[in-house]
């Protein structure tokens, strides 16, 4: 038999993390459970220019959001992946897309038969040219994928660059709308249950005491629950990924409005950009124990492609993730769980992976450790297998021209990565352990964007005759090309959802 049914939750801490628990718990649970989110305007939150990944969309989706509405009111761009610069070695330049090189040809992975005419015809074009969202972004084109057939029109997807505090407040509308209570205020206390350990309320600064069943922490770096209360402790990756330090800083727009966000590698870190309907974001994301700050701010504003609207905003963070974010009656969710340099745009995955998870998994008030055990066990995952991910960007380059570079490249790695990494080089192929994270092209993209060729491929696709292999690649890259020709501008498309 089940237990008492949760009758109140409470969130720790406003921003994209917090209400992006509120909505969706809304959404479930509003009819039958109270939810109250606390939030203090004296603590600021992270949020920048935020870039995201495709599953966003599915995220909006669940939620019924009208999409026309969601990029008028966050001042969202459309992103079709990641243009990286200067990361192999300096003049080196390659495109992260969202999508396959291709369709799959007999089951088997596109890239694998791209690796065959390659190793034929030397000047067998870059695999690049069959991604349509590579060739669309770099034409600053953009277009939803459209049609029910396999084609080049859909053979890519798609994600956001938005303003993280309008997405904030877009969610915080939607979540009161349907019955989230907003406490404004400073916690002060947490109480506990005497025998069992679990939290019973939150005592605010002006004496209200707020009492919950269960208490979701997305109170920050600082994990106010998790590390304050359960001393959840915390792994720290700085060893393998050692940049610990960030500014931020948005700058006018420039023209044209690129569909894509752009990762420049500097001498200790590296840059980004993201565009907005409203402005350009930017930062510079480094480690202070090869550069001072003073010269990272001055490497940031000398990139800006516009006028500075602001000072930099200096960050502070240890990679890493907790050993636990599912304690007792506490769950944390966004910074209190974890934080990995947002190099891929994984930060608002992994927390709509968090509170999918929650989801899925939703106690009674019997709170059985199982559930918790299982949270545990997929937040942990994931957590490894994006910092895996990131690490190979680092790992793998050929830069020798500063001290953090021949750091990155001589570091110890895990285990898992340096098997993807030594299983790509020698055959070409890819294992994927994580379903819900970045798939074989997107492995692909980084290791050949960065310099790694594999030495053989997959001996079966020599059964493939190999002239109409030839001719299979020349139409397909034909059609993209056509199908790109007649998107609109980014800009334009955008101008037409106003």
């Known amino acids: ?122 000047d067998m074009p870059s695999y690049e040219e069959w991604s349509t969202a590579t060739v669309m972004a770099r034409a600053n084109r953009f277009m939803e994928p459209y049609g029910d057939q396999p084609a080049a029109t859909n053979a890519f997807s798609y994600a956001y660059h938005f303003d993280a505090s309008l997405y904030a407040a877009f969610l915080r509308g939607y979540a009161m709308e349907r019955g989230v209570q907003r406490a404004e205020g400073m916690i002060n206390e947490v109480e506990q249950h005497p025998e069992t350990g679990f939290i019973t309320a939150l005592k605010l600064k002006d004496g209200r005491r707020i009492e919950g069943d269960l208490f979701i922490d997305c109170s920050g770096f600082r994990g106010l629950l998790i590390e304050g209360v359960y001393q959840a402790g915390y792994d720290d990756w700085s060893a393998m990924l050692p940049c610990n330090s960030a500014q931020a800083v948005p700058c006018e727009k420039a023209e044209p409005l690129t569909p894509y966000t752009t990762s420049t590698a500097r001498s200790a870190g590296w840059t980004w950009r993201i565009p907005l309907q409203h402005r350009t974001g930017n930062g510079h994301v480094y480690c202070n124990g090869f550069t001072s700050d003073e010269e990272a701010g001055r490497v940031l504003l000398a990139g800006l492609d516009g006028r500075a609207l602001d000072d930099p905003r200096q960050l502070r963070f240890t990679t890493g993730r907790r050993r636990k974010s599912w304690i007792r009656n506490c769950v944390a969710v966004g910074l209190s769980s974890g934080f990995l340099e947002p190099l891929e745009s994984t930060s608002i995955n992994i927390i709509e992976n968090a509170v999918g998870w929650l989801l899925q998994y939703f106690p009674d008030q019997d709170f059985r450790p199982e559930l918790a055990d299982e949270f545990n066990r997929l937040v942990s995952q994931r957590y490894e297998y994006v910092r895996d991910f990131i690490i190979l960007h680092y790992k793998a380059t050929r830069r020798e021209d500063s001290e953090f570079w021949r750091y990155c490249a001589n570091m110890a790695i895990p285990d898992t990565l340096r098997h993807q990494i030594e299983l790509f080089r020698a055959t070409g192929r890819v294992m994927i352990y994580d379903t819900e994270g970045f798939g074989v092209a997107s492995h692909v993209s980084i290791l050949m964007g960065l310099g790694i060729t594999p030495k053989a491929y997959d001996p079966l696709v020599d059964l493939f005759d190999l002239e109409r292999l030839q001719d299979h690649f020349t139409r397909v890259r034909d059609t993209i090309r056509q199908a790109v020709g007649v998107v609109p501008e980014h800009a334009k498309y955008l101008a037409q959802m106003r």
């Open 1 to 122: 038999m089940s237990g008492k049914p949760i009758r109140k939750i409470v969130i720790v801490g406003g921003g994209t993390a917090g209400w992006m628990a509120a909505a969706p718990l809304a959404l479930k649970l509003g009819k039958t459970c109270e939810i109250v989110l606390v939030e203090s305007p004296e603590i600021g939150t992270v949020g920048v220019g935020e870039a995201t990944l495709p599953t966003i969309r599915y995220f909006n989706q669940a939620l019924g959001i009208d999409n026309a509405d969601f990029v008028r009111k966050t001042q969202a761009t459309f992103k079709l992946g990641i243009e990286f610069k200067d990361w192999g070695h300096i003049g080196n330049r390659f495109f992260h897309g969202f999508g396959d090189f291709g369709p799959a040809i007999e089951g088997r992975s596109p890239i694998m038969y791209w690796l065959r005419l390659a190793s034929v015809y030397k």
